[in-house]
């Protein structure tokens, strides 16, 4: 048997919990017998990447990992995934190990390779309690080093400790009260000072015995630093800075530029004349959470590094005085650092409060034009009584002194008329410049919106080319390209990036057909009765509700409205703000969208039917895809809920019941609650969407986290939507694609399904393509899912899987041929719009699959049935709802209708109304209260969420808000 190495007995010692081989391999080291590294990680498969102290911990062996530790072993060291000593030992619920390894400093922070800090692994809430309180510990112990800087002028440390992704809260305080502002006054420490402030610190704050930061300054020139320092703050612009650089280039080396410092982002130019005619620029980075660093030996070279960790070195001329031009430029870049940080990191919506803030140039000349005529009338007044004095020889009654008092008020007063007659001059001039600067900046939005257009309009008819230069028979023949583009008017889409939260589509009543296998998650046929015309609320002979089945008026035609009209005049501003004309709304609110989630209820019915674990994520995995289904062709945008807006549904055909409510306007965020009739099931989330606008399309990244817990099993499910994208909003026709991976895990058994929507691509080949796989908690795979997720899903093994994709090239040539034979012979089956282009893999299973929209749906905003039901009033609703609901919103009501004009009309008043709302409270100070919902940590994971409180379904409404 061939003889371990040392270090790896030593590992298998450790492994093993064998402390007398592990202490004599440590006395051996230390007698310097043996060459071993206590940190050294495994090679082999069973341990690779860990350490002797890693498996001592995952194992339990508590003497062991004493053993280890108080021989140095390093506490905090990652293994191949991210995972400390201490994620292993919290993983596996090592009580007395967790202790020991924080006795000896381990970090609680540390982040894995899956996001995950120890106390998002245990499942034994003893071990979680005390990771938390060891959290705050370490926190306490950031802010103490931050305070303690503040006071010892540590600069370096302090700059380190606000840099940290995770960083001390600046405002922390010690016994008495002192924030770290307060000692750096103090003490003196004004660039530490300056740093805090820059960095956010509240110089408003008091401690315990009342005093602010002014009134701890140690000395005049340090107070009025701070007092100029707190009353300016941080301005809304930022000085310009210039010079020349060295920049090192991986291929280049060091080459001279000019940099130029201006709003935030640093530039690069290969001239000075380039950089003032703003041409033929080399680059640029934005400096939001970007810091440099220097070297200690070289008093010429610093290290800019960005927000997205790339790094760029530069150097100044040694020529003069390096170190003062090199703190020159670091003392700019941090001015410049704070200026974007701060503002890139405002809420949106603020614009409003700072239009309050600023005073129109008109307003400010009839300001100064009403000083200068109370001047004028003062100093005729003075004038007269001055005349008065000398004519009526009174003067010689009164002394001297006050004469000469009344002559000085006399001539300060024309003094000042004077220089305010120059101010209003300097003003209006000022006004004059400003306004041709506005007509260049105009210009130039108009002829860059222009470029981009024609731009666009190239690029489409290039990609059409492309197209039709194919051959007939190349891989659009098997994915049709054009399903990814909307049969509908070429409008924007607002509802591909607005409600990439949840969606869904109508459930399949149609055989599956022989090829097709059975699937305990196909849908009831009863559930939804499309054949079905009439709007009147009848009763079914089961009790029933029936639901209508139209609008009462159909869509307006969108084809005289140009949406990039409207985009270019909106150039610069945030997307979210765009007010857009009602014509390319369509008569839902985003609550209601929200709603469409539910429409596959019965996925999770059968989740909670199924006694396998596997089965249940299945279904679940199927019910997340099918969410985003209805979004498909959806051209039409949702109406923006109004602040403290709600929406309930009750339905019990399906099952469940849900209570939704808008609980913030900006960021915008809307939260949902719903719950199963049986209580079998409740599904909650907060829905954020971040958009993006990439010239050609606007792409909507979602926010917040959905779960869904089964209380039968103890199971609770989270995932997050895949991003959206709306494509062609300059010119061609709109089509909507969700690309990005959504991943569902099951929380109490580990096992998770990770899905990837894939990108069309060039040629859409993988157009609405959606794949993964079912994994344990050890990332074995259990089962392979394929499908689209405008069409359907299966699940099949993944060897079979596997071996289809291997062998995809070969099996499509032959699928092409097989279509060419065989076209006659199916030209009277009924179409499948999953068998037409989702190719089933043999001994596949169908998890879901969508059935077509009804045959109005192109004339109803391509509504599903549903969707069209979302916003019906039945007449035993009217007394019971609360008047937030959005069934009662006018606007919406009026679009529905059909009746344009008035949906116009009413959108527009609401808007003012809730904008005035808004400045009330900011008046009165007063903050907004959410009625059904409140701010905390979602219970299966570390991120904030928006909670249900209950009670909504007890019908005691009272204090809403009037919204509408």
Not at 176 to 196: E, I, S
Not at 613 to 632: N, P, T
Not at 808 to 822: I, N, W
Request: hydrophobic share 35%.
């Amino acid at each position: 048997m061939e003889e371990l190495d040392p270090e790896e007995q030593f590992l298998r010692y450790a492994r093993n919990g064998d402390l007398p081989g592990v202490q004599r391999l440590l006395m051996s080291k230390i007698k310097e017998e043996t060459q071993i590294n206590i940190n050294c990680k495994g090679k082999s498969k069973s341990n690779l990447g860990w350490t002797p102290l890693h498996l001592a911990c995952y194992f339990g062996h508590t003497d062991v990992v004493e053993e280890l530790l108080k021989a140095g072993a390093d506490v905090n060291l990652p293994n191949n995934i991210g995972d400390t000593p201490l994620h292993k030992a919290a993983f596996t619920g090592r009580k007395e190990v967790v202790m020991l390894l924080l006795h000896y400093d381990a970090c609680a922070t540390v982040i894995n390779g899956t996001a995950q800090i120890p106390k998002d692994v245990t499942q034994n809430a003893e071990i979680r309690s005390m990771l938390e309180a060891a959290e705050r510990t370490e926190e306490r112990k950031l802010e103490e080093k931050l305070l303690e800087a503040a006071r010892e002028g540590d600069l370096s440390t302090l700059t380190q400790l606000l840099s940290r992704k995770k960083p001390p809260d600046i405002n922390c305080t010690d016994l008495l009260g002192n924030t770290p502002l307060h000692c750096a006054a103090y003490r003196g420490q004004r660039q530490c000072a300056l740093k805090l402030l820059k960095s956010g610190a509240n110089p408003g704050v008091k401690n315990k015995n009342g005093q602010s930061v002014s009134d701890l300054a140690n000395d005049t020139a340090m107070k009025q630093f701070l007092e100029g320092n707190v009353h300016r703050g941080l301005t809304r612009h930022v000085k310009k800075y210039e010079g020349l650089l060295w920049k090192s280039s991986r291929f280049f080396g060091w080459r001279s530029y000019w940099v130029v410092l201006q709003d935030g982002v640093i530039s690069w130019y290969s001239k000075q004349s380039d950089a003032a005619a703003n041409v033929r620029r080399q680059g640029c980075k934005s400096l939001t959470n970007a810091h440099c660093l220097i070297r200690a030996k070289d008093n010429c070279f610093f290290t800019l590094k960005c927000f997205d960790d790339s790094v760029h070195h530069f150097k100044v001329s040694p020529k003069t005085d390096p170190e003062a031009a090199r703190k020159a430029w670091l003392d700019a870049l941090e001015e410049h650092s704070a200026f974007s940080t701060h503002y890139c990191s405002q809420e949106q919506g603020s614009e409003e409060e700072e239009e309050e803030e600023v005073m129109s140039l008109g307003e400010l000349t009839d300001s100064l034009q009403a000083a200068e005529v109370s001047q004028k009338k003062l100093e005729k007044e003075v004038e007269a009584l001055v005349s008065m004095l000398k004519n009526d020889g009174l003067s010689e009654r009164f002394p001297s002194a006050i004469v000469q008092k009344m002559q000085e008020i006399c001539e300060l007063s024309s003094e000042t008329n004077s220089s305010l007659s120059v101010c209003l001059s300097l003003f209006s001039r000022q006004e004059g410049v400003r306004s041709v600067k506005l007509e260049q900046v105009v210009e130039k939005n108009k002829i860059l919106s222009e470029a981009l257009q024609t731009l666009a309009t190239e690029h489409h008819e290039l990609e059409q080319s492309v197209v039709k230069g194919s051959s007939p028979r190349s891989a659009l023949s098997e994915d049709e390209f054009h399903d990814a583009v909307s049969e509908s008017e070429s409008e924007l889409s607002l509802s591909g990036f607005e409600t990439v939260a949840s969606h869904s589509c109508e459930e399949d009543e149609e055989d599956e057909g022989s090829v097709m296998l059975s699937s305990p998650c196909s849908s009831p046929t009863s559930m939804l009765q499309e054949d079905h015309h009439g709007n009147k609320d009848e009763l079914q002979p089961n009790g029933i509700t029936k639901h209508r089945t139209s609008l009462p008026a159909p869509m307006f035609s969108r084809n005289d409205f140009s949406i990039w009209s409207i985009l270019r005049n909106c150039i610069g501003m945030e997307l979210s703000k765009i007010t857009m004309p009602v014509i390319f709304n369509e008569p839902l609110s985003f609550l209601q969208r929200l709603t469409e989630y539910m429409e596959h209820t019965y996925l999770i019915h059968q989740a909670n039917a199924s006694s396998d674990s596997v089965e249940r994520m299945k279904c679940v995995a199927a019910f997340a895809v099918s969410a985003v289904a209805s979004q498909w062709e959806r051209t039409g945008k949702p109406f923006n809920p109004l602040l403290g807006e709600t929406y309930e549904l009750v339905r019990e055909d399906l099952g469940f019941r849900l209570i939704s409510e808008q609980v913030s306007h900006h960021p915008p965020v809307s939260a949902f609650h719903a719950e199963g009739l049986k209580q079998d099931f409740v599904f909650h989330g907060s829905i954020y969407p971040k958009l993006k606008f990439w010239g050609k399309s606007v792409e909507a990244e979602p926010k917040g986290i959905i779960t869904l817990e089964l209380p039968k099993y103890n199971e609770a499910y989270t995932w997050t939507n895949p991003t959206c994208c709306v494509h062609n909003i300059i010119v061609g026709q709109l089509w909507i694609e969700q690309y990005g991976n959504m991943e569902v895990i099951n929380h109490r058994t580990g096992e998770r399904c990770c899905l990837n929507f894939k990108p069309c691509g060039l040629f859409g080949k993988e157009l609405h393509k959606v794949e993964g796989y079912i994994l344990d908690k050890s990332k074995k795979k259990l089962c392979a899912l394929y499908g689209k997720w405008t069409e359907c899903l299966y699940v099949v093994d993944p060897s079979a899987f596997e071996a289809h994709k291997k062998n995809d090239k070969k099996g499509s040539e032959e699928k092409k041929s097989s279509k060419a034979g065989c076209s006659e012979d199916q030209e009277g089956l009924p179409s499948s719009p999953a068998a037409d282009t989702v190719e089933v893999i043999p001994g596949s299973q169908l998890l879901w699959r969508i059935a077509p929209r009804p045959a109005n749906s192109a004339q109803m905003y391509s509504f599903t049935s549903f969707a069209m039901q979302l916003n019906e009033l039945h007449k035993e609703m009217e007394g019971v709802i609360p008047q937030t609901d959005c069934r009662l919103r006018p606007d919406i009501r009026a679009m529905e209708n059909g009746d344009i004009d008035l949906a116009s009309e009413e959108k527009k008043r609401l808007e003012e109304k809730q904008r005035a709302a808004r400045k009330n409270r900011s008046k009165s100070d007063e903050e907004w209260k959410t009625k059904w919902f409140q701010q905390g940590q979602n219970p299966h994971i570390s991120s904030q969420d928006w909670l249900f409180c209950g009670g909504y379904w007890d019908r005691t409404y009272s204090q809403q808000p009037d919204i509408y």
